[in-house]
């Protein structure tokens, strides 16, 4: 199809092809700027010109409508200024968000709070969660991605390709990479106590994959029930449901799961994060290990962030002792970053072949590439170095956040300060912690409401994520906070 010229009457904005009309006639006199600035508004919010897209340059646009380039240069500023582009030098000037007050229809509307916080949570809250805009965002279990280790990645990455056999780059073992595989088996034997060899290990898509393939193999081997802990992750119900099987809730105290009403309720296997209970912080007590020891069921471990201690000594996983009674997941989402979509699944020799079978018929195994980075960076000792640095950050966030919480929600108690990423508040007024959840999110600040991992009642709190945040961010954050909880 032949390119139309731009003619007095109608001329085109093009970056590759015709895609947006224009008719510079319509723009009123002495007001071009505010008239071509309000037309890309509306091409940015129907998805004429999505976000990432490029803007031409200033000079090509303005000889193709036959205006000054100060008319479009002046256009471009007002859209930098309200943060709907932003000029990236040799890059030109790329859309980088949509217009929240757009008038016409557009392909993304950001959910509004009334979306976000219902009563009974959809399988998609995570995602109008996350797609939520916020100032600051105090979401649990973001790690603090703008410390990723960009440079020491792209030196793990040159020393893989520059010695990467051709072969590597087909299709591999379901399993993992072997080099993958045997880094973790060392990092979980240094850092979790767990002895197991690397053919054991198979390596998953985070520990959302790992719950689908234990769920499917579990139901394969007659069991439809798997018991959850209450308060507990309303993310792990919402994988265990989808994948076919009941979620019974049982208790957790001050020393972790009620071991004693998990032998009560009859039911055949668990799903426990012992090391750093998700989302109360406690560590599962020897008392209750003991317990577990004399129970005979089966035990799925999420140790999703048991390497951020600060407070105590490391507490050993249960699968150093259970080896035959444990499914363990672990992942670097908490630790690197969650796009890597990189963890690790072992599983006792009963279920083995099955977990390798389901993983070879979901996707033929996960990307080698990354898995051959990241096997360089645990092996160099790059990612301990990593780790060593976040705790010493995730402190000094910590402490910010208490102090902030003492004193602006002095009545508000604190749970889980000595691990992980996040803190638990609970508050002894009666209040809906999904209201103040919404209301402190039109202030533009994102928490998540305790409710949403309670099945059974409990008290109003909010979870309260620290590592992705500076002291100052979080002090201004519990400020907020604290004017809601006075409004409502």
Partial sequence: MSRAKPSQVDRSITSGSDFLQLRIDDAPPGGRADWL???????????????????????????????????????????????????????GTVVVAVPTDAPTARPYRPPSTADVFATDPADDVFDSFRAATARIDLSPGVPDLAAFPRTAWLRAE???????????FGYGDPRGTPKLRLAVATWLARTRGIRVDPSEV???????????????????????????????????????????????PIPVDSAGLRVDKLLDSGVGAVMMTPAHQFPTGVILDGDRRRQLMRWDGLIIEDDYDAEHRYDRPPVPALRSVLAERVCYAGSVSKLLAPALRVGWLLVPTKYRDAIIAAKRLADLGNASLPQLVLAELMSSGELERQLRFLRRRHIRRRDAMVEAVREHLPSAKIHGVAAGLHLMITFDTDFSDVDLAAAVLKTGVKVQPLSWHCQNPCAPGLILGYAANTPSDIQAGIAAISQAVRRL
């Fill in 37 to 91: 600035a309000e037309q890309l508004r509306l091409a940015i919010s129907d998805g004429r010109l999505p976000v990432g897209s490029r803007l031409p340059a200033t000079r090509v646009l303005a000889a193709d409508l036959r205006v000054s380039r100060g008319v479009v240069t002046e256009a471009y500023q007002r859209l930098i200024e309200d943060g709907h582009v932003a000029g990236r030098g040799r890059g």
């Fill in 158 to 168: 040159r020393t893989v390709f520059n010695t990467l056999a051709p072969a590597e």
């Fill in 202 to 248: 198979v390596i998953v898509a985070g520990v959302a994959q790992a719950l689908g393939l234990i769920a499917r193999v579990l139901q394969d081997d007659g069991i439809t029930q798997v018991a959850v802990e209450d308060l507990g992750s309303l993310g792990v119900r919402q994988h265990m449901r989808n994948a076919g099987l009941e979620t019974p």
